[in-house]
């Protein structure tokens, strides 16, 4: 258990059976009176935000997170598979828990998986995906002079922005960070 | 452009440097004699919220020079003030590093009305003086107001801490009620301080559900706390007893009596006085317009405990 003064920054405590985020706090300490934390927390599976006010003697208790490198299997009927690359076991993600992972999973992906009481709650993807390119027109006139690109579609269904010198069936690298496009792949 | 190093400016060392000075002045004009208590000390105060740091062979760092400096007193001083460090465990924050400047000072023949004016003149003197230095006008306008405790509470948290006492809601109340409906008020006095909170304050005879106890705030954050000095030995004795039994109910290691204190208390040694502390850091913050603690404290403990290599 946490007292009020392990509170910091990006600490992860459960809160009525969800994980949260210490997202900012602040040591309040009245004269001659108990010491209490003001705390701002996010929640990790909703992303709202909750002030609380901790009173010292309160004891916060430590969500049970776990990091696992998993594999992307295969997607079927909005169910997203993955296994796990040290045991081997398979776990399941719907649609929205995988949320914006969706548009960089590509079948045999590497990346983490967060589990809260082993229930999948996020997806750490790594920085560079690779995608292909499915649609975008040929020879696409764009506006040269400030370097803008033109849309495209890769088979993950995700939209990004690419130069006009791109073409359908290419593979490109994206940011997963930023969405953004960064150069054509090396194969 | 102001020169900083670290996020520190170097200005503010001058501004420390001047309200130092200026506290002197005003007290040296005033015919105080200005004392030296210990640091080291074996009886670091018996407050259940304050804890102390532990030292070498059963000794502390003072948390308060508030005992020693009220035996002078006993030993026959009149009009004493000191500006020394005080330090306390766990309590760093926004407006909190665990060692701290702090000013104190006693004068007897005084009750906590009488301070409550010395302190505004005090404020209004260095408000006034360091302006010049901040090329500001002074900003602390007097009369400060002034509300007893349970007025501010009745208008805003509508219950009477006096009458129905609460300690938990009370503190409570406080942070997140009374102080924030305050806050705009640029200096205040929040003063007669219900009984449980009255430590070492004298009771109001006319009502002794509240202490001659009150609090200064400037900018919406407590810069002081002074009060009537109790002198009764055996209402002290009682009080350090329950506060004791309050620490060891809470788990915390019980701190020894000063002996000496209580003796001079009981040889009626101690007269009618009254004491304040001001937070020197607090005070610069609110003259200086700063936000935290640790932009008027060139080592805060956070960079004291920060093993990173960087500017001086």
């Known amino acids: 258990m946490y007292e009020i003064n392990d509170i ?44 609380r006010t901790y009173k010292s003697g309160e004891k916060l208790k430590p969500a049970k997170l776990e990091e696992h490198p998993m594999q ?7 169910v ?29 992906l590497n990346l983490d998986i967060l589990l809260f009481n082993n229930q999948p709650i996020a997806i750490n993807l790594p ?3 690779e995608l292909r390119v499915v649609e975008t027109e040929p020879g696409f006139k764009g506006d040269t002079v400030s370097g803008g690109g033109k849309p495209a579609i890769m088979h993950t269904g995700a939209k990004i922005q690419v130069p006009i010198f791109v073409n359908s069936e290419d593979w490109i690298v994206v940011d997963t960070r930023t969405g953004q496009y960064v150069e054509r792949a090396k194969k | 452009m102001i020169p900083s190093i670290n996020g520190f400016k170097l200005e503010i060392h001058y501004l420390r440097h001047h309200l130092l000075r200026l506290i002197r002045t005003f007290f040296e004009e005033k015919g105080y004699l200005e004392v030296t208590t210990p640091i080291l000390v ?22 308060s020079p508030e005992l020693h400096m009220k035996r002078l007193i006993s030993s026959g001083l009149h009009k004493i003030y000191q500006i020394t460090h005080a330090f306390r465990a766990d309590e760093t924050g926004k407006y909190h590093n665990c060692e701290f400047s702090i000013l104190e000072w006693y004068e007897t023949g005084l009750n906590y009305q009488d301070l409550m004016e010395l302190t505004e003149s005090l404020v209004q003197t260095i408000d006034s003086k360091m302006g010049v230095h901040l090329k500001k006008a002074a900003r602390f306008a007097s009369p400060f107001k002034k509300f ?11 219950w009477c801490p006096s009458k129905e006492w609460d300690e938990d809601r009370f503190f409570l109340d406080l942070i997140e009620i009374v102080e924030p409906a305050l806050k705009n008020i640029p200096a205040y006095f929040l003063y007669d301080f219900p009984a449980p909170l009255a430590s070492l304050a004298k009771l109001k005879p006319d009502n002794p559900r509240v202490s001659e106890r009150f609090e ?9 706390n002074g009060f009537s000095e109790l002198t009764c030995a055996k209402e002290q004795r009682k009080r350090f007893e329950r506060d004791s039994a309050k620490r060891t109910a809470m788990k915390k290691i019980p701190y ?57």
């Open chain 1, 8 to 51: 910091r920054k990006n600490l992860k405590v459960e809160i009525d059976g969800d994980p949260y985020i210490v997202v900012d706090h602040q040591f309040v300490k009245p004269g001659k009176g108990n010491a209490f934390s003001r705390t701002r927390l996010k929640n990790m599976i909703t992303g709202n935000v909750l002030d």
């Open chain 2, 216 to 224: 200064l705030y400037l900018k919406g954050v407590e810069i002081a």
């Open chain 2, 256 to 312: 020894p009596f000063d002996h000496h204190f209580l003796a001079s208390l009981e040889k009626g040694l101690l007269p009618d006085c009254a004491g304040i502390a001001v937070g020197i850091d607090r005070l610069l913050m609110a003259l200086a317009d700063l936000k935290e603690i640790s932009e008027v404290i060139a080592f805060p403990y956070t960079r004291v405990i920060d093993e990173s290599v960087d500017l001086p």
């Open chain 2, 42 to 63: 074996k009886c670091p105060g018996i407050d259940p919220y304050i804890d102390a740091i532990p030292a070498d062979k059963n000794l502390f760092l003072a948390t």
């Open chain 1, 72 to 78: 992307f299997l295969y997607e079927q009927d909005n």
């Open chain 1, 80 to 108: 997203y598979h993955f296994m796990n690359r040290e045991t081997y076991e398979q776990i399941e993600m719907n649609e929205s828990q995988v949320d914006k992972a969706k548009d960089y999973l590509i079948e045999n």
């Open chain 1, 127 to 129: 920085t560079f995906v």
């Open chain 2, 148 to 158: 007893s405790v349970d007025t501010v509470f009745l208008e805003y948290a509508h």
